[in-house]
Structure formats: structure tokens, C-alpha cells
Antibody
């Protein structure tokens, strides 16, 4: 059974940093691209970043480019999102999601989400 | 960047009704279009990918069609458990983009 479990959410200061983790199980992690999607309170879905199975290809939404970094450790079956220079508008539930295959594919499994609140 | 729009933004229909949601891309995206269902307080669920391929385990009352810029999601017979917000997503290139969503409820 595919499972994705996010951790690391919480309260962050404006201008501060947080790191999200997503522990994956139930599939061969390195074979699949992964994505972070966020959802601000009461709003729609916003794609944040993606990474290929071997970590060699990454991409970002303009709203986070230069501030957020996606990475993965295939030996630990874990996906990361390093979030720096946090802004109030980064407040959202952050979901990690597994692609159906490579880098630019839909997401067939989603974690339960990690709430990030940016506030002083 | 390619923009995704959806219509209507919300709809109310009776149980058993046929429901159609439209998604439009500002440029052609071939068939790189997925549909997701998000029930209140729940995680998004993949319904359809490649515009018309039903994800495993999804009821056959859901179907998708379209190519290029215009796409539709159809629920052939609306059920109470279909109350949700539905999002389209284009995924062929970055930025991956979701539509704004269509909220479906029961009349």
C-alpha cells in the first residue's frame, strides 16, 4: 500500500525557514517523480515544485522559485521541501504527491498534508 | 504560461442528474490533462488522466473527453458521495497548473 507521510509543518516567522519532509513507502521510491502542491485556507490547489525520480530534474512555481528547494534522498525514501524567506502568502497545507511515472505526470497518491502557518 | 479556466465555478444538481464541467487551456496541451476530486476536508483524488483515461478504482459514471484546449468532465448520474470540488490540471510542462475548481453539490 502506497503511503506518504508529511512532517515538519508548523509556525514559521516571516523571513524565516522551515523544512518539510515526506516519508514514502509501498512503492519503489526512486522510480517515480514527486511533487509538492499547496492549498491556502479556503482556496484552490497550487503546484509548488516537482522532482524527477533520480533527483536530476527539478522545477518550481514562479511564486517560490529562489526561495524553496525540493530534494530527495532515495536511500531514505524521503522527499524534502526546504522553504526559506517565508512570506505570509506561503501559509497553506502542503501536500506531497507521487507521480504516475516520470517528471511531468499527474499525481496518483497524496499525503495527508502538513499545515504551514507564516506569522509573527 | 498556460492558464487554465473552469466553468461553472459551482453547480447544484439533483441525484441522478448528468453533470458536465468544462476546463479550457489558454494554449493547446494535447491530452496532458487530469481531473481531481477533492471532498470537503479530504485529500485530492485523481479521477482521470490523459484527458479521458479513468484512474483505477474510479466509478465508471465519471468520464473525460477533449484535446487541445477544451476538455470536459462528465458525471453521468450524480450521487450524494460526488459532492466535492473538481479541479482540472495540465501537466505536460512547467508550470504545472490547476484550474480554479468547480464546486458540486446536491440540490
Amino acid at each position: 500500500e502506497v503511503q506518504l507521510l508529511e512532517s515538519g509543518g508548523g509556525l514559521g516567522q516571516p523571513g524565516g525557514s522551515l523544512r518539510l519532509s515526506c516519508a514514502a513507502s509501498g512503492f519503489t521510491f526512486s522510480d517515480y517523480g514527486m511533487t509538492w502542491v499547496r492549498q491556502a485556507p479556503g482556496k484552490g490547489l497550487e503546484w509548488v515544485s516537482l522532482i524527477s525520480g533520480n533527483g536530476g530534474n527539478t522545477d518550481y512555481a514562479d511564486s517560490v522559485r529562489g526561495r524553496f528547494t525540493i530534494s530527495r534522498d532515495n536511500s531514505k525514501n524521503t522527499l524534502y521541501l526546504q522553504m526559506n524567506s517565508l512570506r505570509a502568502e506561503d501559509t497553506a497545507i502542503y501536500y506531497c504527491a507521487k507521480h504516475t511515472s516520470g517528471s511531468y505526470r499527474p499525481s496518483d497518491y497524496w499525503g495527508q498534508g502538513a499545515l504551514v502557518t507564516v506569522s509573527s | 504560461d498556460i492558464q487554465m479556466t473552469q466553468s461553472p465555478s459551482s453547480l447544484s444538481a439533483s441525484v441522478g442528474d448528468r453533470v458536465t464541467i468544462t476546463c479550457r487551456a489558454s494554449q493547446g496541451i494535447s491530452n496532458y490533462l487530469a481531473w481531481y476530486q477533492q471532498k470537503p476536508g479530504k485529500v485530492p483524488k485523481l479521477l482521470i488522466y490523459a484527458a479521458s483515461t479513468l484512474q483505477s478504482g474510479v466509478p465508471s459514471r465519471f468520464s473525460g473527453s477533449g484535446s487541445g484546449t477544451d476538455f470536459t468532465l462528465t458525471i453521468s448520474s450524480l450521487q450524494p458521495e460526488d459532492v466535492a470540488t473538481y479541479y482540472c490540471q495540465k501537466y505536460n510542462t512547467a508550470p504545472i497548473t490547476f484550474g480554479p475548481g468547480t464546486k458540486v453539490d446536491i440540490k
